[in-house]
């Protein structure tokens, strides 16, 4: 008998009715849900799918603000708080968590007696917990996509190492402009290291990419997590990108990283979690489809500027755009159902696109698939026939090195 194969999910490019608003109204109610870059559309739509589930909104932002608390209370949302943050810092990051956990009037002093200041301390103290208190829903979603080169200056020249690897480490950089004088056939090639290695800034545009797409979902985590494990239910929303899990693409090296470093952050938190055994704390990590948000079409519109010495390649980046068609709905929907613990016990700490059908998914032949091949929505590497584990089954004859 030939065995059952794995079951192929259909494909959705728009809200489906396994996820339609209208099966999860008030699912939330009560529930507290910090979502980061909430003004995009990725963020936005994120936003209004929890408000029509009823849940109380922590929208983050950074420069631009979100859309008006009566947008949301008017899908539903319990109550709205927007609060500004950067989340590549850390410092931002915590005194947001102070604002939404123990906002500030909590602290501030009274002129009035000890104990009626006491008394209007503890009455602001608790009337904060009943508003916001501790977060219940985790939405990483903020997001930074840059396209540049990572390696500012290849090596095509057959003098380019003699030029720029072996003379500056023997000059300083004050004299390379004097070398260049008394040579000018290096001129360009001192020029180009000096431009490079002298006044150049920091790769702070990379390294920027990561602490958004990286650091700030750690950050959040850390510090809301404790929360969370202490009330022993919770929901984190991880919002990385297929670039995580596709083949190795140019120019897009700090996106990609980080979205497959989030990947695995997520998968990695959600086994410590599982080991204290918190059935109902889940995280997931979520590719949100194609969505034509500003960023990523500014991202590709202009690939031909920031690529200028690689025309070919910016042109086919140009051009992707055109399949970017997918609502952002779909992903919004996508986390309410998720967040309502529909899939913990199949997907918890993997890797959905939400471009798959999450019913279909969940079917019993797709959690067996699941069961049976731990790699499926996870970020693995393929290889040729197996490799060697831990367990010490493959052992080779000693090989006294070095051998001659």
Do not use: W
């Not at 794995?6 to 490019?13: D, K, N, Q, Y």
């Not at 604002?99 to 602290?107: E, I, K, L, R, Y």
């Not at 022993?232 to 140019?250: D, E, F, H, Q, W």
């Not at 590709?300 to 997918?326: F, I, M, S």
């Amino acid at each position: 008998m030939a065995s059952q194969q794995p079951p192929v999910p259909r494909l959705h490019s728009d809200v489906y009715p396994f996820i339609y608003p209208s099966k999860f109204r008030g699912s939330l109610q009560g529930k507290v849900a910090l979502i980061t870059g909430s003004a995009g559309a990725i963020g936005q739509a994120i936003a209004e799918c929890f408000a029509v589930a009823g849940a109380k909104l922590v929208l983050v932002f950074n420069r631009t603000q979100p859309a008006a608390k009566e947008h949301f209370t008017g899908l539903g949302a319990a109550d709205v708080l927007a609060i500004q943050c950067n989340v590549a810092e850390l410092s931002s990051c915590e005194e947001l968590v102070r604002q939404v956990c123990m906002p500030a009037c909590v602290f501030r002093g009274s002129r009035r007696s000890s104990r009626e200041g006491l008394l209007m301390v503890m009455g602001a103290f608790f009337k904060a917990l009943e508003a916001f208190g501790t977060v219940d829903i985790l939405v990483n979603n903020a997001g930074a996509n840059g396209l540049e080169p990572t390696i500012a200056h290849s090596p095509s020249q057959p003098t380019y190492a003699l030029f720029t690897i072996l003379l500056p480490r023997l000059l300083p950089c004050q004299y390379m402009q004097t070398v260049s004088y008394a040579y000018p056939p290096i001129n360009q090639y001192l020029n180009a290291h000096e431009q490079n290695r002298c006044t150049s800034s920091p790769p702070d545009s990379f390294i920027h990419d990561l602490s958004v797409n990286l650091h700030g979902p750690y950050y959040l985590m850390r510090l809301l997590m404790p929360g969370i494990r202490a009330q022993k239910s919770g929901c984190v929303l991880n919002i990385t990108s297929r670039a995580g899990v596709l083949p190795n693409i140019p120019f897009s090296t700090s996106y990609h990283a980080s979205k497959a470093a989030l990947i695995n952050l997520t998968g990695c938190v959600q086994a410590e979690v599982d080991v204290d055994g918190l059935e109902d704390v889940h995280l997931y990590a979520l590719h949100p489809g194609g969505v034509r948000s500003e960023m990523t079409l500014n991202k590709y519109r202009n690939a031909e500027t920031t690529l200028p010495d690689h025309p070919a390649v910016a042109a086919k980046l140009t051009q992707r755009v055109d399949g970017y068609n997918d609502s952002p709905y779909l992903n919004g929907m996508t986390c309410v159902a998720l967040a309502t613990g529909i899939a913990r016990q199949v997907l918890r700490g993997r890797y959905f696109d939400v471009g798959q059908d999450l019913e279909d998914v969940l079917a019993s032949a797709g959690e067996a698939a699941i069961q049976a091949d731990p790699e499926l929505y996870t970020l693995h590497t393929r290889y040729l026939g197996t490799v060697p584990d831990s367990s010490g089954a493959v052992l080779d004859e000693p090989f006294a090195f070095p051998g001659f």
